[in-house]
Structures are given as structure tokens and as C-alpha cells.
């Protein structure tokens, strides 16, 4: 894989042109999204299980999740290299005038490599919006990156999204996290459990770090130490302001989440 191009294969062969015409024509599907390291991802069997229970929500149907992982071995290849990897399950047999009608699906692997990981603290807007069907990574992704776009307009970094009821939900395309000087608080509300989220809870617990989730208001800010952005990307990034709600930057707690992330075992594809 030279290092300016990506590599694109459909079931485990190079896709063609043709083989994504439905992919691009009818926005309904899932993904996921991880990061390779020499062959190896942390927490890949929690993103095995996602694909696998979203195909079963949207499709009806299994997903062989040993054949993904074949094909996520062949994506890679030999390449050693940090990778971004990320695995579309879409159909090119889906009946758009029958959707309950049974769809064989495909798996699309798209690899490249690594970006470097952002080391700036990020603003953050707040935005009245919960997805649909929050609990699974699917590709409806036009209003995330609209409201990006509205909080970049608006001299800040992101958006955060907010329900009718006032709480926190999520960010664009990642989860946050808060520290109320002991504990570690995620908002309790409709949301994304991100596998790096999901890591993060696992390998505080090994640490002894206690955690909770609990509803979480924007009138609440002001009482949180710090906060903090974590998605398949970027495990931990600190969070500067929300709004005008400013956070201190505690470096010794963000080392904390990354040393409780980085705990979590690298699998081997």
C-alpha cells in the first residue's frame, strides 16, 4: 500500500467501481471503525460483536464475524505500519421498495494510515440534536458533520449534542467523559457506547478508578473539574470549554486515561 492511497476491498478482493455504486446510492448501513497496530487492535472482539448485532437490527440477519475478521486480516495484508482501518456492512442485493425483504450483506474494508493523534485541547458548541437510533454506529452521518460545521463557523472546534431534556448526550463522532475531582462520570442518555468509551470503563476499573453514569445538564458544567473527547481515533483528547464553561487541564489525569485505555490488550487480527 503506497503511503498516499487507500486500500478498498469488498469480501476480501480489491472493490471496484461497480461494486460501490449501491453504497453510494442508498445511504443505509453500519460501521466501524478501529486502529491497527502490527496486525493488532485493542478491543477488536467489542467491534466484532457491534457488527454483528447492528447487521442483525438492520438486516435481519447474521454476520459471520470470523469472516470479517478474514477479511480484515487480508485488508491488512503484511503492512506494519499504523493503520485506520474501518469495516462499512452495506447490501447491493437491498431492495429499497422492500426493505423487510432478506439482503445479503457485504464488507467493505477501507485501510490507510494513521493520522497523527491531535494534541490541542478542543472547544466545544452545544447543539439541541440526538441521532437516530443512537446505539448504532450507522452511516447517517450528514448532520455530525453539519453541526461540526455550524460549531466551526461559530469559533469552536465541535458540537456536542443535547436531548429535549437538557443532558448530555455525545459529540459528533465520539463520546465525553467528565471528572468531578474522584470519580469519572459519563452522561447517562441515549448515545453511542464507543468501543474506546468501552475500554477506557474497563481499564479504569483495573486501575481502581471508580466511575458512574449519571444524567448530565448543561447547567452541571460549571461543577466538573475536567472533561475529556475519546473516539477510535483518539483514545483521549483534554476538552478546554464547552460553551463558556471552561475546564483545567489536569496532564497527570489525562496520562491516568490513557495508561487505563492502553491496558486493554492488543488482538491479533
Not at 202 to 210: D, E
Request: net charge neutral; proline share 5%.
Amino acid at each position: 500500500m503506497n503511503q498516499n492511497t487507500y486500500r478498498i476491498e469488498l469480501n476480501g478482493v480489491p472493490a471496484r467501481i461497480a461494486d460501490l455504486r449501491a453504497l453510494m446510492q442508498t445511504n443505509y448501513g453500519h460501521f466501524t471503525s478501529m486502529q491497527v497496530r502490527a496486525g493488532r487492535v485493542r478491543g477488536l472482539r467489542l467491534h466484532l460483536d457491534r457488527l454483528v448485532d447492528a447487521t442483525r437490527e438492520l438486516y435481519g440477519c447474521d454476520l459471520d464475524s470470523e469472516l470479517v475478521r478474514a477479511h480484515l486480516r487480508q485488508a491488512i495484508g503484511s503492512d506494519t505500519r499504523p493503520l485506520s482501518l474501518r469495516i462499512n456492512i452495506f447490501s447491493r442485493t437491498l431492495d429499497r421498495a422492500r426493505m423487510n425483504a432478506p439482503a445479503k450483506v457485504d464488507v467493505l474494508a477501507t485501510t490507510s494510515v494513521a493520522a497523527p493523534a491531535p494534541v490541542l485541547p478542543l472547544h466545544l458548541k452545544t447543539f439541541c440534536y440526538q441521532r437516530e437510533l443512537p446505539a448504532i454506529k450507522h452511516v447517517g452521518t450528514f448532520p455530525l458533520f453539519h453541526y461540526r460545521r455550524l460549531a466551526q463557523q461559530a469559533g469552536f472546534d465541535d458540537a456536542l449534542f443535547v436531548g429535549n431534556d437538557g443532558c448530555i448526550s455525545e459529540g459528533s463522532v465520539w463520546n465525553i467523559g467528565f471528572f468531578d475531582g474522584d470519580h469519572v462520570i459519563w452522561p447517562q442518555a441515549p448515545q453511542l457506547r464507543g468501543i474506546s468509551l468501552q475500554l477506557l470503563q474497563a481499564g479504569l476499573v483495573g486501575k481502581g478508578i471508580q466511575g458512574r453514569m449519571q444524567p448530565i445538564r448543561i447547567q452541571d458544567l460549571a461543577d466538573f473539574h475536567g472533561a475529556f473527547f475519546t473516539n477510535s481515533s483518539v483514545p483521549v483528547q483534554p476538552i478546554a470549554r464547552i460553551d463558556d464553561i471552561e475546564f483545567a487541564l489536569d496532564h497527570a489525569q489525562a496520562a491516568t486515561l490513557v495508561e487505563a485505555y492502553e491496558s486493554n490488550f492488543l488482538e491479533l487480527v
